[in-house]
């Protein structure tokens, strides 16, 4: 697709689209900071007032399996941000293939979760009210799996979108939408799969390590 | 004049499907106004069961689920998407001369999920109501009946409408200025739109985390502000005022731009202090993230929390106030004509300037203390977003009316009604600061005896408010079904947006225009403004 | 083309030094550094974050524009944490404890089906 | 003119402290009248010295004046300075209780205010104080947010669930002085009301001595009749049959009454009084299980005496 075909009719130049869509792109992924922001906050007080609690209930975390995740999080970052830059050096074939090795990543990621939640479901790990964990010595553990769910979980959600959003540009990729000239949306579906990168950079010691 | 904005492409297909700027703008309006009408119903009868103590027209429990909603739709469905959705969308492209906003189908999407929440919202107050007031607080909202869920999901959505059109206006600020328009020859409009959408995008996610925190803690018991497991209910204050008072900015930055814009084209006189007043808009929307607490002073919070809340609260009251006098000083020497947006815009001077004095007394911990949670607060409120917020809305409504729709409204009409809702407005609140003071407080259902004759004045007061809303109502109305002959620039202004035919075009602007001034040059003769700074 | 392998050799870099990075942090969460463990680990996942934003997120060669965003907004999420956080250890002394037990089973009075 | 300000805009000053906050209180109103005169008369000056005579009217371009935003810059901010100090020196009278101030715990749930003094003598919707002495009010809620508020002391306090707050002041005014809840609560936030009863040293001794037995001399329907009004009963329960909260008194003694649970019961001495102490125990079918219990806050003769009220609704 030629760059004049996707240029939109109310910009003149291709620079200034693209400029305006990544300015866009960034103000949505600050949102989407605050957004986990506010849950951040709500875990440190919580974890501040029951200390003992959440220290006793992350015991119940798999270190090794989290620490899995992070390596394949990390990972799909990389072959993310190559995708990206193949497609800005119009390297047609291996921003498929990047992009693939992405989506993979992504795949492996939920599936470990996946394990880690039946694992909790069978414990009776469970959020609030349904936590019926059976012989916990110290008390109030379902708040830390409270957090541990909203925050796992709507991180998982995002995981999800963002291989909705690869899938997209996957296609368009095939279809050879992108070159040199415009890669945008390559762009920023990265931009966004690096921010869920990056929060999982924080939950992972948060929720799995801290003592 | 057939080849407008209005009328091509035709058909109500290419209206629901358009990412027209001015046509979303237009939807926008259509539908505020109709939440305006709801939320204002629901002040009516607030006012009438407050007309002596105990039940006169519903119950305790209704009458909580009517303030709840009254608040609700005021806030979450007139006031913030009323400026900068329905206006904004409409004049901010033109004003910038460019052909549209950043990302149209965003702004379009923006529209539809404003319409989602709306309708949520009104399913939540059919299926059971919600009577915890617009403020949600916990433990009282994790417990009660009805449809809270429902509601705070539909004030999530709704987040996300605020938050995409922020996004595209920034966005839209920073790229598509038409050639030779810098920072410092954007309309004062434009920066308040601009202050204003820092705040959305900043502010109302925290805002959706709060809200799913609630329906967390109703559906699991997640425990973080349920006391009863350990959480900790003052937190919810914070969460719900870090977002609610930045957004109270929301509501009023976008009011002061609009009369930055009226007051020196009715005054024919360039405005005084362009960059202290640009300059105040950002700072405004700096300083709002810092003094949340002030909610807060009575709540539980630390004192030492208030000590740094209060101190922070009475410095954003200097940017305000230098607002104020820089308007008047525009009239110095002006040559001013008394219009309907212009009689709005002193309107909005005059129960600003009491709406921000009474702040003063609320910003101060001892008098804080006993004000609180009183009428005290509800009036001033009342003065800073209806004195305030609407008054500047109504203002903006006026002069860009003949813009939108091509069409003159009936002058003397218009100067009836502004007389009655200013009228109607002082006796209605006025009155609340008296009741406030003397310990009336707030959601109250049933009063002390003593208070009743404040209380008759009051909604009295209303019914003229009212009045003065349904002659608005009519003579709008019948100027849409006058002939389109609104010429391009009724008032004289010099805005781009008046550059162009009354309606626009499809596209705004038959060629791109060019800038090489600044933006208020109504004086005579006329210098650059960057010239003379330099 | 070597400005292309140069900047794909960074991201290689990169990504070793977040995998290493990942790796210290596990190990010295086995160590016990008192007060410190919470300073450790969060500076580890900052120094790493920082790389994914810089590198990664192209903030070190981009226009200015997306860090100023970017760093408004992590500021904004500071002051409300450090407010928050001040606010709460302030509070600490006014908190009723409830009875160890009671946290997890005891229901509401008000809200019935809590705690099956 | 000071006095008739105050007269008409604030309640009667209860306390010393009251008097403190009026004074931040005129002085404000001075500052906003001047503002307040500044804006309008300017506005309403320059809207008729210049208003627009003609079309061809040449304004002069005046784009700005550093002296005159200085000056509305600074002086308004030395002013702001000024009033955050002195509402924060008058805020920190009421924060620090004095040492010797007789400590009250306050106790409030839907939808009344229940209160213990130190011999153990409990009160519900009665606060009594001695005139002149210092009070502290330890208060914290069984359940959601309330707010403690007495206009005429000009004090102010939300009171929540799991938490210990604290007011204090120290009444200089005899008489009944209105305390409300101002922490928006549910159906009976209007009505959550209570007196508080300042007295002399001595009648307040005598009163505590009594444990505060007001209706001993009462006939026992009167004296429930009290109760019921005091104590929050008529927040949900009617004596004309409207169905509240809960259900109304009308005419349900020696009738049998449907519950929840299917099951029916007759409506007693011994069920009333069961609902008054344990009230989760048998709920009337169609109303939640939302009373509080009253268990340990009644003596034998006020149960008693409400027994007898319920009985009298014919």
Redesign the interface.
């Given at each position: 697709m030629s760059a004049a075909a996707t240029l939109?009719?109310?910009?003149t130049t291709a620079e200034?689209q693209a400029?305006?869509?990544?300015?866009?792109m960034?103000?949505?992924?600050?949102?989407?900071?605050?957004?986990?922001?506010?849950?951040?906050?709500?875990f440190?007080?919580?974890q501040?007032?029951?200390r003992e609690?959440f220290l006793e209930a992350h015991h119940h975390l798999d270190?090794v399996l989290g620490?899995v995740n992070?390596?394949v999080l990390?990972?799909s970052?990389?072959t993310?941000?190559?995708a990206v830059?193949s497609a800005r050096?119009d390297r047609r074939k291996r921003v498929i293939v990047y992009l693939l090795l992405t989506l993979i990543c992504a795949g492996v990621f939920l599936g470990i979760k996946y394990t880690e939640y039946s694992h909790k479901f069978h414990e009776g790990l469970l959020?609030?009210?349904?936590?019926s964990h059976k012989g916990?010595t110290v008390?109030?553990?379902?708040?830390f799996f409270?957090?541990y769910f909203?925050m796992t979980g709507l991180h998982g959600l995002h995981i999800l979108g963002g291989m909705a959003a690869i899938a997209w540009v996957l296609r368009r990729a095939v279809r050879g939408d992108f070159s040199h000239g415009y890669y945008t949306p390559v762009d920023l579906v990265?931009?966004y799969w690096?921010?869920v990168?990056?929060i999982w950079?924080?939950l992972?010691?948060?929720l799995y390590?801290?003592? | 004049m057939s080849d407008n904005y209005l009328s091509s492409p035709r058909g109500i297909k290419s209206w629901l499907t358009t990412v027209d700027h001015k046509r979303i703008g237009v939807m926008y309006l259509a539908s505020i106004l109709f939440a305006f009408l709801l939320g204002g119903i629901f002040a009516i009868l607030i006012r009438i069961e407050l007309l002596k103590p105990g039940h006169n027209i519903m119950s305790a429990d209704t009458y909580n689920r009517v303030f709840t909603l009254h608040g609700a739709i005021m806030i979450f469905l007139f006031i913030i998407p009323s400026i900068p959705a329905a206006l904004g969308n409409f004049v901010l492209p033109l004003m910038l001369g460019a052909k549209d906003v950043a990302f149209p189908r965003l702004n379009l999407a923006s529209y539809y999920i404003y319409v989602a929440g709306a309708l949520l919202a009104i399913a939540a107050m059919v299926a059971g109501g919600v009577d915890t007031g617009w403020t949600f607080y916990t433990p009282y909202s994790t417990t009660t009946n009805g449809s809270v869920g429902l509601m705070t999901f539909a004030a999530f959505v709704l987040g996300f409408s605020s938050i995409f059109t922020g996004i595209n206006f920034i966005a839209t600020v920073h790229k598509l200025r038409a050639p030779g328009m810098g920072w410092f020859r954007m309309p004062l409009f434009v920066w308040g739109m601009y202050a204003t959408a820092i705040i959305q995008v900043l502010a109302t996610p925290v805002l959706g985390i709060t809200l799913l925190l609630i329906i967390m803690e109703r559906v699991f018991s997640v425990g973080i502000f349920n006391p009863q497991l350990g959480g900790d209910p003052i937190l919810f204050q914070h969460f719900f005022w870090f977002y609610s008072h930045p957004a109270v900015y929301i509501m009023i930055l976008p009011g002061m731009a609009i009369i930055s814009e009226v007051i020196p084209c009715f005054s024919r006189k360039t405005i005084f202090g362009y960059k202290a007043i640009a300059y105040s808009s950002i700072a405004i929307a700096g300083v709002s993230f810092l003094v949340w607490g002030h909610h807060m002073f009575v709540s539980g919070q630390s004192p030492l929390a208030n000590v740094i809340f209060s101190f922070l609260t009475f410095l954003v009251a200097i940017p305000s106030g230098v607002k104020v006098f820089n308007w008047i000083a525009t009239m110095y020497k002006g040559s001013i004509s008394l219009e309907a947006p212009m009689l709005y815009a002193i309107s909005f001077l005059l129960l600003f300037a009491i709406g921000g004095l009474t702040g003063l007394f609320l910003g101060a911990l001892a008098t804080d203390v006993h004000l609180h949670d009183t009428y005290f607060v509800v009036a001033h409120f009342h003065f800073v977003m209806m004195g305030g917020t609407v008054m500047a809305f109504l203002a903006g409504l006026h002069f860009w009316w003949p813009k939108m729709f091509g069409r003159m409204y009936s002058e003397a009409w218009a100067r009836v009604s502004a007389a009655l809702i200013f009228v109607g407005f002082n006796v209605t609140f006025l009155t609340q600061f008296v009741l406030g003071s003397r310990g009336m407080p707030r959601r109250y259902y049933n009063y002390l005896d003593q208070f009743q004759p404040l209380h008759v004045f009051s909604t009295v007061g209303s019914w003229v408010l009212a009045l003065g809303f349904l002659i608005m109502a009519g003579y709008l109305w019948a100027s849409l079904r006058r002939p389109m002959d609104a010429p391009a620039n009724p008032w004289g202004a010099v805005g781009l947006e008046w550059q162009t035919s009354s309606p626009p075009p499809e596209h705004n602007f038959e060629e791109v225009p060019l800038v090489t001034g600044g933006p208020y040059d109504y004086s005579t003769p006329e210098p650059d403004p960057a010239e003379v700074h330099a | 083309m070597d400005a292309h392998q140069t900047a794909a050799a960074t991201y290689a870099k990169v990504l070793g030094t977040l995998l290493a990075l990942t790796v210290i942090t596990v190990l010295a969460a086995g160590l016990n550094f008192g007060s410190w463990n919470v300073v450790i680990a969060l500076g580890i996942a900052t120094i790493k974050a920082s790389l994914v934003a810089l590198f990664f997120m192209h903030l070190r060669h981009d226009k200015p524009m997306s860090a100023i965003i970017f760093v408004t907004g992590a500021a904004v999420l500071g002051v409300f944490l450090t407010i928050c956080t001040i606010d709460s250890s302030e509070r600490d002394e006014y908190r009723v404890r409830p009875a160890r037990e009671s946290i997890s089973v005891q229901p509401a009075p008000s809200v019935p089906g809590r705690h099956p | 003119m000071n006095a008739w300000i105050r007269s008409v805009l604030m309640p009667v000053q209860g306390t010393a402290y009251a008097g403190r906050v009026d004074h931040l209180y005129l002085f404000l109103i001075y500052v906003s009248a001047f503002f307040f005169l500044l804006v309008a008369g300017l506005t309403g000056y320059f809207v008729i010295r210049y208003r627009r005579r003609g079309p061809g009217d040449r304004t002069p371009h005046i784009t700005h004046h550093h002296g005159l935003e200085a000056a509305w810059t600074l002086i308004p901010l030395a002013i702001v300075m000024f009033i955050f100090f002195w509402g924060f020196h008058s805020y920190m009278d009421v924060t620090v209780s004095p040492a010797d101030a007789l400590e009250i715990q306050v106790t409030a749930k839907k939808w009344l205010w229940q209160f213990e003094y130190p011999n153990g003598v409990r009160t519900i919707n009665e606060l009594h104080v001695p005139l002149g002495k210092p009070v502290k009010l330890v208060m914290t809620s069984e359940d959601v947010i309330h707010g403690f508020f007495v206009p005429t002391f000009r004090i102010k306090q939300d009171v929540v669930p799991n938490t210990y707050t604290q007011l204090w002041f120290q009444a200089t005014v005899p008489g009944i002085h209105e305390l409300e809840c101002t922490q928006y609560c549910g159906q009976g936030h209007s009505t959550m009301l209570a007196k508080i009863f300042v007295d002399d040293e001595k009648k307040y001794n005598d009163w505590l001595a009594t444990g505060g037995d007001a209706g001993k001399n009462m006939p026992l329907a009167e004296f429930g009749a009290m109760l019921y009004a005091s104590h929050g009963c008529r927040t949900c329960h009617s004596l004309d049959g409207i169905k509240g909260q809960g259900p109304s008194f009308k005419g349900i003694w020696g009738h049998p009454v449907k519950l929840s649970d299917g099951k029916s019961v007759m409506v007693d001495e011994n069920y009333v009084r069961e609902s008054i102490l344990l009230p989760q125990a048998k709920i009337v079918a169609g109303f939640e299980p939302i009373m509080p219990t009253f268990q340990g806050m009644l003596r034998e003769r006020e149960l008693k005496a409400l027994v007898e009220f319920v009985k009298a609704q014919k």
């Open positions: 939109q009719h109310h910009f200034q400029d305006a869509s990544k300015i866009g960034w103000l949505f992924l600050v949102t989407e900071i605050l957004l986990f922001g506010g849950l951040f906050v709500g440190a007080i919580m501040s007032l029951h609690a270190r620490f992070t390596v990390l990972t970052s990389y993310m941000v190559m830059h050096t959020p609030g009210r349904f936590y916990d008390p109030g553990q379902f708040m409270s957090f909203m990265g931009l690096h921010l990168d990056l950079i924080y992972f010691p948060l390590l801290i003592k | - | - | -």
